[in-house]
C-alpha cells in the first residue's frame, strides 16, 4: 500500500478528491496532510477525513531552505512513497526537487505547457483560447515543466469570466487528479488523456 502525503496551501479540494478516491482496492491511501499557511481550509477537512495534519508555516522561516528543510524533516516522519502538491502555492528549490525526485506530482490549471505560473484562466481568456483545462505532471526543478502524466480539457463559453473558467476547469481537476495518482501508484507513468464527456461540467456556467 503506498503512502501518499499530500501538501495544501488553501480550500484543499484537490486533496479531498484525492483523499475520497483512495479506498477500497486503491493502491495508496493517504498519510498526512501538510500545509505552509495555518489557516488553510483544507486541514479541517483533512481532519474530518481522518487524516493527519501538519502545519509548516513558512513565514515562521529566514529562507526557503530553512523552510523545505523543516517540510522534508515533517514529511520524512511520515515515510511517504508519494508527495502530491494539490493547491500548494510554494516555488521549491531544486535541493528539495532532488531530495523527493521520482515522487512528486503537481496538478497545473492550464494545458500545460500553455500558461505556466498564475492567471491562467485569465491569460487563456484574454488569449481567446477555445479550450481550457489542467494538467498533472511531475514536478520538477523549472516551475510547472515536468513530465506531463494527465490532461483534461474543457470549452471556454464565449463569456466565461474567469471565475466561471476556474470553477469548470477545478471540476475536472477532480477527477483528472485520482485517475493519475492510481496508475503513477501502481508504477505507470504514461500519460493519461482524461475525456470530459460530463455535460453538466462542460455547460458549467457558475461556480456552484
Ligand atoms: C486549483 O485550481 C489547483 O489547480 C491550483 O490551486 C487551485 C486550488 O486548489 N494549484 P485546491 O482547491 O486548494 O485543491
Not at 71 to 88: N, S, V, Y
Request: glycine residues 8%.
Amino acid at each position: 500500500m503506498k503512502r501518499i502525503a499530500i501538501l495544501i496551501s488553501g480550500g484543499g479540494s484537490n486533496m479531498v478528491a484525492l483523499a475520497r478516491d483512495m479506498v477500497g482496492d486503491h493502491p495508496a491511501r493517504p498519510v498526512l496532510v501538510i500545509s505552509n499557511t495555518p489557516d488553510a481550509g483544507g486541514l479541517t477537512k483533512a481532519q474530518d477525513l481522518g487524516i493527519d495534519t501538519d502545519v509548516v508555516n513558512h513565514r515562521e522561516f529566514a529562507d526557503r531552505t530553512s523552510f523545505e528543510t523543516a517540510l522534508t524533516e515533517r514529511l520524512e516522519q511520515a515515510a511517504p512513497d508519494i508527495i502530491c502538491h494539490a493547491g500548494f502555492m510554494r516555488i521549491l528549490t531544486p535541493a528539495y526537487v532532488d531530495h523527493w525526485t521520482g515522487r512528486l506530482l503537481n496538478i497545473h490549471p492550464s494545458l500545460l505547457p500553455k500558461y505556466p505560473g498564475l492567471n491562467t484562466h485569465a491569460r487563456a481568456l484574454d488569449a481567446g483560447d477555445t479550450k481550457a483545462g489542467c494538467t498533472v505532471h511531475e514536478v520538477t526543478a523549472e516551475l510547472d515543466a515536468g513530465p506531463i502524466l494527465g490532461q483534461a480539457s474543457v470549452p471556454i463559453h464565449p463569456d466565461d469570466t474567469p471565475k466561471e473558467l476556474a470553477a469548470r476547469v477545478l471540476k475536472v481537476e477532480h477527477k483528472l487528479y485520482p485517475a493519475v495518482l492510481r496508475r503513477f501508484a501502481l508504477g505507470d507513468r504514461s500519460t493519461l488523456h482524461l475525456p470530459v464527456r460530463d455535460e453538466t461540467i462542460i455547460n458549467a456556467r457558475i461556480s456552484d
